[in-house]
């Protein structure tokens, strides 16, 4: 009798942890995202949702030269992020060059000037962005 409880209680343990292995994680909601009017550069689209973190940011101007590390957190999926930025780095004369994805996302554009690398990391709930935008290297003669 005691065995046959035993039995019971592992089969049920091996079942709950199997089990617990194969659930579907669960995904935040896919949502269209929309570009804010609030943007630090006029042809570097983000999310609306998302707040600019200013002291975890640099930027240098000089001329036609920018150079700068933009920091942004908000709520949003990995997906709906890259599909924001596929759907409006273009209109904005950005060519997307790449993208790689695994648990974060990163993205490469360039236009015929600059060179721009959007990150998308997670710390629990949040997403973090990091835009780096650098001028790309004139060719020599």
Not at 1 to 25: A, D
Not at 38 to 51: A, G, H, Q
Not at 74 to 88: D, E, L, M, P, R
Not at 92 to 113: C, D, P, T, Y
């Amino acid at each position: 009798m005691i065995k046959r409880k035993i039995s019971i209680v592992v089969f049920l343990l091996i079942f709950f942890f199997m089990g617990c292995q194969t659930l579907p994680y669960r995904q935040q909601k896919e949502t269209l995202l929309k570009p804010t009017s609030l943007s630090r550069f006029e042809d570097l689209p983000v999310p609306e949702n998302f707040i600019y973190l200013p002291l975890k940011s640099f930027v240098f101007e000089r001329g036609n030269i920018r150079i700068g590390i933009l920091k942004y957190v908000g709520k949003a999926s990995s997906t709906s992020i890259v599909n924001f930025f596929k759907q409006n780095m273009p209109s904005h004369n950005w060519e997307l060059l790449n993208i790689l994805e695994g648990g974060s996302a990163i993205l490469n554009f360039r236009n015929q000037k600059e060179s721009c690398i959007i990150s998308i990391d997670y710390k629990g709930k949040k997403a973090f962005l990091t835009i780096s935008l650098s001028p790309l290297e004139e060719p020599s003669l």
